[in-house]
């Protein structure tokens, strides 16, 4: 497999592909609205996996209801995600004026590979998205967003963009679904900017809340996004991982 392709196991569904930092390990993500697999046919996924050359295999982020046939199927925890909500009925939440540089559009189709630059300097590898997941990102929900920061003293040689953020509305509930922004901007209310721009727009659209998640230990994000008014729920997201076959 050489891109992420549709491996249908029996009744069940997967979306799976080659991971953007290792080809050698496959990603394993459930297509959306679909039940939690049957054991037996993730046991079928991974031995697809097997024949396809992987030597292992790592989940999209899951919710812990959709875990259980993970786990029954030898998945192990590999990281876990917490997710934090913001309520609606509230969306004007404290931030720091942009410089005057700086301003907030609609990206242009030409602006999603300097996103992928921003996005590659903002986390870490594993965590870091490629042109295929960010394309999966926007196709997440029924409707979405793509908005970019752009500065004006960026040097002609480079890139205006220095933030981005992907935000969808699904069954009457929004998702900012990614935020990145340079970190050499760090502090400048870029990022502030680009929330408070998406929870704004998931209020227009009648959402009742604005759902978010973060690394546990992105400690700059989770301050982030407090400072703004989400609120940490009770429920995280895990992402598993386990040898193939």
Request: hydrophobic letters at 40%; glycine letters at 6%; aromatic letters at 6%.
């Amino acid at each position: 497999m050489t891109s992420r392709q549709l491996l249908s196991v029996g009744d069940d569904r997967f979306r799976v592909g080659p991971w953007h930092a290792d080809e050698r390990i496959a990603y394993l993500a459930l297509q959306p609205l679909i039940a939690r697999p049957s054991v037996d046919g993730l046991r079928g996924c991974l031995r697809r996996l097997a024949d396809a050359g992987y030597s292992s295999v790592i989940t999209s982020a899951l919710h812990p209801s959709e875990a259980s046939s993970f786990n029954e199927a030898g998945f192990a925890e590999y990281d876990r995600l917490r997710v934090l909500s913001h309520d609606l009925r509230n969306v004007d939440p404290p931030h720091q004026p942009l410089a005057a540089s700086v301003r907030l559009r609609r990206a242009r189709r030409r602006d999603k590979a300097a996103a992928l630059v921003v996005d590659a300097r903002a986390f870490p590898t594993f965590w870091r998205l490629d042109r295929t997941a960010m394309v999966e990102a926007e196709q997440a929900t029924p409707t979405s967003r793509f908005r970019v920061a752009v500065s004006s003293e960026v040097d002609r040689s480079g890139s205006p963009v220095v933030g981005y953020a992907i935000t969808g509305r699904g069954s009457g509930q929004g998702f900012l679904q990614r935020l990145a922004t340079d970190p050499d901007l760090a502090g400048s209310g870029v990022g502030s900017a680009l929330v408070l721009d998406a929870l704004q727009w998931a209020s227009r659209r009648r959402c009742q809340s604005l759902l978010v998640n973060t690394q546990r230990e992105n400690h700059r994000a989770l301050a982030l996004y407090e400072h703004l008014g989400f609120v940490a729920t009770t429920t995280d997201l895990v992402v598993l991982s386990r040898a193939v076959p």
